[in-house]
């Protein structure tokens, strides 16, 4: 029999298969090196570079592009979002990426309950289409917003709310599905009729049915006593459903394959009906011990989930708003959430009943029924959030899945983690535990050492224990996320030989060429190969300019910070900025993880070959808006602004730079010559040399150019009168260039509200910068030194603990977090971060005996990026709320101007794209007399140039509600 092949592919391999997917019309396929980069990791421990990648559009792509991997005989990995934790998303051949085309809802059935997919279909997508029909799908993953159908399919997925709706296998009615060697068939339940007549049929689909018959009647009594004992048993494969009392149910029996015995081409699915409210019970206790213990009486009550986490867990979160609404938890060690269905009557008294209930058990310390929909929803995230969270503990220390996805029956739970802490103890090891505690899943990231061979070997050894323990405990390997290669080498402890046979034997009928996914399941890969991070690769030698601390100075290290959740493939904000660009192309290479793969693998020194010269870098980068989202959104803190700015100042250093870099990179210099002919720096601007003139600065000939203010702020301010001292004592100003030269009424407001709040304003001697623009563009040696003088112009103030006032929002971003690390280990520098405060911060903080005036407006707001990744929008909507502002946060994520990305050329369409999301639709809808705020110069750019709408800084509203100057 025939094997695919599973050697390391040379060059001449990988150029035949590229040549022959590019002839068979298989959709996009591409084999560069920056694609391979992104596509050789999963959200697993293990790495595999593919030969190729194919994007198919539609059905016929796929059965192409099977077909021509079949005649080379190249193994295939089919992957969706590749937030798989176990390997399985992975391959050494051909990967098929089906979230990025084929990925539509192809019937919905409101009145039957069903739905129609193709295997791309991300879940959230899905589920606002059953919104509409007052349904849902029932399994959940805590990364919903970008996990595909196919891939809860492949793996079984399950979700917090397994309890009530159960797991992907349960809501299954149907699959069309391909095999390797060709065969197109729809499987689902069969009747003994329908398998005869299948069987007598002959031809491909019968052979199949009747070998597959054949092995469920041959294998009653080990598949009645070995599989399907209790819910969260998903390890192996599920021919439980192959049994006659399941009505030898294919579909089913197919969910939790991981892709290695056929293709999904489609899906039909089971929907289901919410109920009309729900209340969410967060119950306290000693520890995760203690809770586990409580979850059989619990599960007495209906519920629709009950989850679990541990401090350990919350400890990780330093998020603002995430953080707040852990300080609101029931003061304990470990939490239940208990969430309950109904209507509005019967969740009161469900929570009452179930309070009760926990009362009566060991270790438990308090509980609090949350109804508030918004609170609740801050609370999920935590959860939601736990496999990102748990990659770093709490002294920053990398942990990592290996034994992420156990589970035991419920009544067994209490006992099978006090044994796996005695592990973790015995093997001197920690991690954070969270997970399905009402259905016996936990999940846990432990900090194994992939970097030595002796960590690597105890990994080896630690895992093995860990699966004889949960073996003890009637349990299964894995509880929703499926074996792969983390633990399919670890089966046999779990079933025994006879059972393994079977599972060999259902892979072989399916699949005899192997072609599919192999080393997964069955004939395993070996647990502690093909690891991410393994001693036997030396990353290259990269010294960088910023520090990198919380990584221990390691670029290496901090690019792979990313695990592979990937948040960032969310297409809606949900109150997040993380990634514009992604969210406009919807293509890898433009997400955060997309970059932080490749920029790991640059490190690596093997598919990225040139390290910082790399173009695959350089060009995947590109479309990175230096939004600074992610080091806030990601679960982990990737950086790729910081990393970006890093890699161009290497990539260009001693060599030239694209126009953009110096026209807008050099901007706050420009703009002071600028300011000497302010009339006629406009006229040219807007003459016919214009188009000229972009063209030579790399700017969009799309873009208007900003028109340069006649008088900046600081000549103004210069030749005011001064007031003199004031009841609150001095306050330093933040002249920021942007508003000094073409907004100068923004710092005027500034000063207005500021003097009317009790303050002595003063601005920093000479012309200061935050050096901003040069940190977008990696000109790093020269953020640097204007940094040094910044620091240097503040000190008097500093000294003096005069707060440092930003109105500029990336400005204000860049004093508090930029220049800490380009200037480390400068006190002032320190000094400066923490001085630094936006208007609303001050009036809010220092001045709250302040009487803001009452404006009496409506209001729609934009946070700019770097406000909601260093400080928030909290101030400013307690500033707003006791102006009698009635204000609306958008939720729009970037303006997708972003400083100088959205004026260079190539860019402009990715701009105004992201902006179109939510933006710019919602300042045209907003009715007259609506103020759209927005402190950010890019965003109230982007509005004007985008809408008939002119956008106003906060310090303008305040401005204008105070009452005339005597």
Known sequence: MRR???????????????????????????????????????????????????????RQHVINAVAACRRLGVP???????????????????????????????????????????????????????AEHGLLFGPDPSTHSRCTLGGMIGNNACGSHSVAWGRTADNVLELEVLTYRGTVLTVGEMTQREIEAATAEGGERGRLIGALHRLAMENLAALRTGLGRFPRQVSGYALENLLPEHRFNLARALVGSEGTCAVILSATVRLVRPPPARTLVVLGFTDACAAADAVPVLLEHRLLA??????????????????AAIDTLPQAQAWLFAELGGTAEEVAESARALTATAERTAGFTGAETVADPERIRRLWRIREDGAGLATRLPDGS??????????????????????????????????????????????VRVNFDFTTEHGTSLFRAFITDAAELVTAHGGSLSGEHGDGQARSELLPLMYGPEIITVFERFKDIWDPDNGLNPGMIVRALPVDGNLRVSPRRTALPLTTVLPFHADGGDFAKATRRCVGVGKCRSVEPRGDVMCPSYRVTRDEKDSTRGRARVLYEMTQGEVITDGWRSTEVRDVLDLC??????????????????????FLHHHYRHRLRPASHYSMGWLPLLARSAARMPRLINAITTSRFAPLLKRLGGIAAERAMPQFAEQTFLSWFRKRPSP?????????????????????????????VLENAGYQVLVPDGTQCCGLTWITTGQLGVARRIARRTTAALRPALDAGMPVVGLEPSCTAALK????????????????????VNLAELLIGDASDWEPPQAGVRSISQTHCHQHATVGFDADAELLRRMGVDNTVLNSGCCGLAGNFGFERGHYEVSVAAGEQALLPAVRAAAPGTVALADGFSCRTQIAQQTDRTATHLAELIAQALPPRP
């Open 306 to 323: 009950l989850e679990g986490l541990d401090r350990a867990l919350t400890d990780i979160v330093t998020r603002p708003v995430t953080r």
């Open 4 to 58: 695919a092949i599973e050697r390391p592919h040379g060059t001449a391999d990988a150029a035949a298969v590229i040549a022959v997917l590019r002839e068979a019309r298989c959709g996009e396929v591409a084999a560069d090196a920056g694609r391979r980069a992104q596509y050789a990791a999963d959200a697993s421990n293990y790495r595999q570079v593919p030969l190729a990648v194919v994007f198919p559009r539609h």
């Open 398 to 443: 990398e942990a990592w899945p290996g034994w992420e996805d156990a589970a035991v029956p419920p009544a067994q739970l209490g006992s099978y983690l006090r044994g796996f802490t005695a592990l973790l103890e015995r093997y001197n090891l920690r991690g954070a535990v969270y997970g399905h505690f009402g259905e016996g899943c936990l999940h």
């Open 76 to 130: 295939i990995t089919s992957r969706g979002a590749g937030t798989s934790t176990s390997g399985q998303a992975v391959g050494s051949g051909v990967v098929l990426d089906f979230s990025r085309h084929y990925n539509r809802i192809l019937a919905l059935d409101g009145a039957a309950e069903t739905a129609t997919v193709e295997p791309g279909v991300v879940l959230d997508d899905l589920q606002a289409a059953a």
């Open 817 to 836: 977090s930029d220049l800490p690390e380009l200037l480390d280990g400068d006190p002032y520098a320190r000094s400066l971060a923490q001085a630094t």
């Open 724 to 752: 003199g001292p004031a009841p609150r004592g001095p306050v330093m100003l933040w002249v920021d260039s942007f508003n000094n030269h073409f907004s100068p009424g923004v710092l005027r407001a500034g000063v207005a």
């Open 625 to 646: 808006l230096s939004c600074k989202g992610c080091s806030v959104d990601c679960p982990v803190g990737v950086d790729v602004a910081t990393y970006k700015s890093e």
